[in-house]
């Protein structure tokens, strides 16, 4: 009797989750990932990140979900990129717009530092709660560089980089003391870009004249009184008086859901036809650099290779029943070859079928080069793009070896077999060498922007010289076509594949679990895009006689390369 019961009871609670009224639930104390992890390290260490394709698509579906009846977002001091702020704003935006509570909680916007993107992405919602120990520290938009050549001259440590053209400043780090003009005009440009979004968002969503807005980021930060009194927070409460008052609103009988969770239990119930015309989504992020894509040797997230990207692309082209792509880029750049990988076969599945580019919170010089040649760029007004040029040289380190007491002797047979070694500083005629690769890609880079983007070599010239633009200046100058994230970059996929709304969007690669346990009979098989297993301890592991692809690949199987 009391089994039974005990059962009664556990199936009338199921049933009641499954009616009861939603309210939705983000925490960004960790900030959200780009894209699907490059590795399984990767994956174990973002395993408890939310997705931001999960938010997005979770967030588009509640807006239809009658059983959802709020969201409460819990905006942490972990910063994320203007671009990612301003995607999240948009669809929040649109999930407002449809009639539902939406709620940000903050313990603070920047404990005693600059708060200002966090409370930026804060203004979006209906409510802004602070908890009363927290401060808002809408200060504006800095932006600091620091210049390394004083101190590596008192090392003896001397830098010689070539670069096209005056605005490509990435080397200026090490070969100046200061900011030169171009340097100076470009980053001041991309202060005054963000400041205008930052302070037309905040003004829309707070519902305060523009003019007010600077005048408030003049006079912060603002301690949480005083954020009260100015508009900018609507109350000081603590996380559970927060969550007490949105439950109440959304019924006394709802429960709370990670988005994540909500996203996923909706993609599970309305699973497609294996066969269903739709999207490929490719995910393009870090670093670029050939092979395969894996965790960068240097840290800080993954690396975008051009094996692994070249052929889930191809693999999407050659897929039937994919009627459009959608290229999602999040890089700095990197390798010009690996760049040049990448846009080929952007090149031929154009012609074949769409290819729409979204570009997140940065799509810069090689980020640029693979997105150049797409049907359809899509930015955010805050993503930093362009950087169209090339830099190259190397340190020359033998005065700082001089005085350590190193001795370095060379054997070398070529007059320029050694002229990447930092123990000699280039020749003239080395210089005739660099300078001649240099103009080669940068000539190269160029062209192909003036191809993809219809403009004329020289306009395509006058937008590039190495400048980063913001994704809004980028749209005036014509290398963005539509403002706006990965949504909008899916709608316009599916509408020029002539797709329903709803059209199934897949994420290449691919793999099944036996696809990625086996190696690829060719280049051309769609098992070639696996990911390296070991990130970057790849060499060390074959070295040590690993497999290369991870430990689960059954020892004696035979692949064919």
Do not use: C
């Amino acid at each position: 009797m009391d089994a039974g019961k005990a059962i009664f009871e556990t199936v009338d609670r199921i049933r009641q989750r499954r009616t009861a009224p939603l309210v939705l639930e983000l925490d960004l104390t960790e900030g959200l990932t780009e894209g699907p992890p490059t590795d399984p390290l990767s994956a174990i260490l973002t395993m408890r990140k939310t997705r931001m394709a999960d938010v997005l698509s979770g967030l588009k579906r509640a807006r239809s979900d009658s059983r959802v009846k709020a969201l409460i977002v819990k905006i942490g001091s972990n910063p994320l990129g203007l671009a990612m702020a301003q995607e999240l704003r948009q669809a929040i935006a649109q999930f407002r717009a449809s009639g539902k509570l939406t709620v940000a909680f903050s313990e603070t916007f920047g404990e005693f530092g600059n708060g200002t993107i966090p409370y930026y992405l804060a203004s979006a919602f209906e409510r802004v709660y602070l908890q009363p120990s927290g401060d808002v520290g809408l200060t504006g938009v800095a932006i600091e560089q620091r210049f390394l050549k004083g101190a590596l001259g008192k090392l003896g440590v001397d830098y010689e980089m070539g670069q096209r053209y005056e605005y490509k400043t990435a080397a200026n780090t090490f070969t100046q003391d200061h900011m030169t003009e171009p340097h100076r005009e470009s980053i001041g440009r991309i202060a005054e870009s963000v400041t205008e979004q930052v302070v037309a968002g905040v003004a829309e969503g707070r519902r305060l004249d523009q003019a007010k807005v600077r005048e408030l980021i003049d006079r912060g930060p603002f301690i949480g009184a005083e954020a009260v009194e100015a508009g900018l927070v609507d109350r000081l409460a603590y996380r559970d008086e927060v969550y007490d008052e949105v439950k109440q609103a959304a019924g006394a009988d709802s429960h709370l859901l990670f988005i994540s969770r909500y996203a996923k239990g909706a993609a599970v119930r309305k699973l497609p036809h294996p066969g269903a015309d739709g999207i490929a989504l490719v995910h393009g992020t870090g670093m670029i650099r050939m092979g395969r894509s894996g965790r960068s040797p240097l840290g800080g997230g993954g690396a975008m290779g051009s094996d692994t990207i070249s052929a889930a692309i191809r693999s999407a082209r050659r897929d039937e029943h994919v009627k459009a792509v959608v290229f999602r880029v999040d890089s700095p750049g990197g390798s010009y070859v690996a760049s040049d990988t990448v846009w080929r076969e952007i090149v031929l599945t154009r012609k074949v079928k769409p290819v729409i580019v979204s570009m997140g919170d940065l799509a810069a010089s090689g980020g640029y080069f693979v997105s150049m040649a797409a049907d359809v760029i899509v930015a955010q007004p805050g993503t930093l793009t362009g950087s169209i040029g090339v830099f190259a040289g190397k340190p020359v380190l033998s005065e700082l070896m001089a005085k350590i007491g190193v001795n370095t002797e060379m054997v070398a047979e070529g007059a320029n077999a050694g002229m990447f070694s930092t123990n000699n500083a280039f020749s003239p005629e080395q210089w005739e060498r660099i300078n001649a690769w240099l103009d080669r890609i940068y000539d190269d880079f160029v062209g192909k922007v003036a191809e993809g983007r219809k403009l004329t070599r020289e306009r395509a010239h006058d937008l590039a010289r190495g400048r980063v633009w913001t994704g809004a200046d980028a749209r005036e100058g014509g290398l963005v076509d539509e403002l706006g994230g990965l949504e909008d970059a899916l709608a316009i996929a599916r509408k020029r594949a002539g797709l329903a709304e709803d059209a199934v969007v897949r994420t290449y690669p691919r793999l099944n679990p036996l696809e990625r346990l086996r190696g690829p009979d060719s280049s051309e098989d769609k098992a070639a895009t696996r990911l390296e297993f070991w990130g970057p301890l790849s060499p060390i592991a074959a070295q040590l006689g690993l497999p290369v692809y991870g430990p689960l690949v059954l020892p004696g199987w035979p692949t064919i390369r």
